[in-house]
């Protein structure tokens, strides 16, 4: 990690600054939940492959610049008209005038406007995104293990009382309570929870009243959820970064980025395919 990272909170930092600041993120922690060896491959390999965003990355980060920075979307995007060839002499010139930003689909940005409407329609929602900051930047040092860390919130929302609601657009296919809390467990949201929380703590930051998750589909009906997490979930959040960072700074000490554990390994059969071994097999 760079000793020269920033400390602190910063507002308005530039999406590509923030993520050439070399920190532990939220991502890379997840990325170290799969196993060091991920970590290193996807981090630290100097011959690792460049990342492309996937088609649902794409669209997700087009949904949160028309939700969180409506200002910003005719900077970033532009529509390709329908049946537009860009062979032509008409599709060459419309290419080179929107030189440097991402095409969508007029599809891709109806999707994302329905979203957006859908996020607002929703009161408590609709409140917390009145007033507040877009991608705020967190930097802090993690006292355990003396690891730089960062965290860049999606909306930062203001109370009366000093403190602050953190909030973090996902979309997602079904925001319905039992299927959006399995992907809080796949994707490690409770972690993303825990890691923002006390980021924004440990950067001198207000204390942080509540962290809401705005979880909005991607297709018709377009439904948008806010959700909390329990204290059960908060908790076990909070111990799996304690835990993974205890894993990187003992990885980062030792230059050893094991996969699934070092050497040869002993592997038993899943419960739900296990015989009783006092159970006797006859045939007839």
Request: aromatic share 12%; glycine share 12%; charged share 20%.
């Given at each position: 990690m760079n000793s020269d990272a920033p400390l602190g909170i910063v507002y308005g930092m530039p999406a590509d600054q923030y993520h050439a600041i070399d920190a532990l993120s939220n991502s890379?922690?997840?990325?170290?939940?799969?196993?060091?060896?991920?970590y290193w491959a996807n981090y630290l390999?100097?011959?690792?492959?460049e990342r492309s965003a996937t088609a649902a990355m794409a669209a997700g980060t087009l949904a949160h610049s028309l939700v969180l920075e409506p200002g910003t979307v005719s900077n970033l995007y532009a529509v390709r008209p329908e049946g537009m060839d860009?062979?032509?002499?008409?599709?060459?010139?419309?290419?080179?005038d929107n030189a440097g930003r991402i095409i969508v689909t007029a599809e891709q940005m109806a999707t994302a406007e329905a979203q957006r409407a859908a996020v607002l329609a929703v009161p408590d929602l609709a409140e917390l995104l009145a007033s507040g900051s877009p991608e705020v930047s967190t930097f802090w040092i993690d006292h355990e293990t003396g690891t730089h860390c960062k965290m860049r919130a999606d909306w930062?929302?203001?109370l009366a009382d000093g403190r602050v609601i953190l909030l973090d657009l996902k979309t997602t296919q079904d925001a319905s309570p039992e299927q959006?809390?399995?992907?809080?467990?796949?994707?490690g949201y409770h972690r993303q929870d825990a890691w923002y929380t006390r980021g924004f703590a440990l950067a001198g930051g207000p204390e942080v009243a509540a962290f809401v998750f705005a979880a909005v589909t991607g297709s018709y009906p377009f439904i948008a959820v806010p959700y909390t997490l329990d204290d059960q979930a908060r908790w076990q959040g909070q111990e799996e970064c304690d835990e993974l960072l205890a894993t990187y700074a003992e990885c980062r000490n030792s230059n050893n980025w094991p996969?699934?554990?070092?050497?040869?390994?002993?592997?038993?059969?899943?419960?739900?395919?296990q015989r009783d071994m006092e159970t006797e097999v006859s045939y007839v």
């Open positions: 890379a922690l997840s990325m170290l939940n799969r196993s060091p060896r991920h390999n100097p011959d690792r492959p860009g062979r032509t002499k008409e599709g060459k010139q419309w290419a080179a930062v929302h203001p959006f809390g399995r992907s809080v467990w796949t994707y996969a699934y554990g070092d050497g040869v390994q002993m592997l038993s059969l899943p419960g739900w395919a």
